[in-house]
């Protein structure tokens, strides 16, 4: 059963009654979709950060992803009202999209630093048609079983779904990296009272691989 996005009109990029919708950007995503704002005359496109890291060396926040700002505009600035279509994939193509957004309906939930958990969105109305058929993962035993299963499912998504965890497994090691060359301090532990005053003063700073 091959996932086929049938462009259903449900809003999968808008948050809908009562969902909690979580949209990641990396850093370099945000920085080409605010441009693409700026070119299409957008107001609405808001992101706010997600994914941070105090740098109590330089005090300066680092800034791993953020999310769109769902909070105040309920769904993404890119979405065209009428038809629900993405203008950045109309526009620029599938690849130009963010890669949650080629990734969808497969979502990653992560656990803990090392471990992240795929699972189908069952707010697509296409997962939940073939909800009996997709059922079928949870007989899968093993992770290459369950992997080999997306792949061939669920092939475009399945691979921007790996990119995002490779994406995100470049967070930590850069960190690492930064902290052994004596750039940067990111303490274990960092209080609430010294987080509400970093978010109100420090700068940011974007975490962005090299030729991204
Ligand atoms: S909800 Fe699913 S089928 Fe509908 S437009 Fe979005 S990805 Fe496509
Ligand atoms: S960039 Fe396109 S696919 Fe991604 S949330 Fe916005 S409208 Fe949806």
Same mark, same amino acid.
Request: with cysteine; charged share 25%.
């Given at each position: 059963?091959?996932?086929?996005?049938?462009?259903?009109?449900?809003?999968?990029?808008?948050?809908?009654?009562?969902?909690?919708?979580? /949209?990641?950007?990396?850093?370099?995503? !945000?920085?080409?979709?605010?441009?693409?704002? *700026?070119?299409?005359?957008?107001?609405?496109?808001?992101?706010?950060?997600?994914?941070?890291?105090? @740098?109590?060396?330089?005090?300066?926040?680092? !800034? +791993?992803?953020?999310?769109? &700002?769902?909070?105040?505009?309920?769904?993404?600035?890119?979405?065209? %009202?009428?038809?629900?279509?993405?203008?950045?994939?109309?526009?620029?193509?599938?690849?130009?999209?963010?890669?949650?957004? #080629?990734?969808?309906? /497969?979502?990653?939930?992560?656990?803990?630093?090392?471990?992240?958990?795929?699972?189908?969105?069952?707010?697509?109305? &296409? *997962?939940?048609?073939?909800?009996? !058929? &997709?059922?079928?993962?949870?007989?899968?035993?093993?992770?290459?079983?369950?992997?080999?299963?997306?792949?061939?499912?669920? %092939? !475009?998504?399945? =691979?921007?779904?790996?990119?995002?965890?490779?994406?995100?497994?470049?967070? %930590? =090691?850069? =960190?690492?990296?930064?902290?052994?060359?004596?750039?940067? #301090?990111?303490?274990?532990?960092?209080?609430?009272?010294?987080?509400?005053?970093? =978010?109100?003063?420090? @700068?940011?700073?974007?975490?962005?691989?090299? +030729?991204?």
């Amino acid at each position: 059963m091959r996932f086929e996005c049938n462009g259903c009109g449900t809003p999968c990029c808008a948050v809908r009654d009562g969902e909690e919708k979580k /949209i990641m950007l990396f850093p370099e995503e !945000v920085a080409f979709l605010e441009q693409q704002a *700026i070119a299409l005359n957008k107001t609405k496109f808001a992101v706010i950060e997600d994914l941070i890291f105090p @740098d109590t060396l330089n005090k300066i926040i680092l !800034v +791993g992803a953020y999310r769109l &700002y769902l909070e105040r505009y309920p769904s993404c600035d890119f979405m065209r %009202p009428d038809n629900h279509y993405c203008q950045i994939q109309e526009l620029l193509g599938l690849d130009q999209k963010p890669l949650v957004c #080629r990734a969808y309906p /497969i979502a990653i939930k992560t656990i803990d630093a090392t471990t992240k958990e795929y699972f189908l969105d069952t707010g697509c109305p &296409y *997962i939940e048609e073939h909800i009996a !058929v &997709y059922a079928g993962i949870k007989n899968f035993k093993t992770v290459p079983e369950i992997e080999a299963y997306l792949r061939e499912n669920f %092939p !475009v998504e399945f =691979l921007a779904a790996n990119q995002i965890i490779n994406r995100l497994s470049w967070i %930590p =090691l850069r =960190l690492r990296q930064l902290e052994q060359e004596g750039k940067i #301090r990111v303490p274990d532990e960092f209080s609430a009272e010294a987080w509400s005053d970093a =978010l109100a003063t420090w @700068d940011r700073k974007d975490l962005i691989p090299d +030729g991204a």
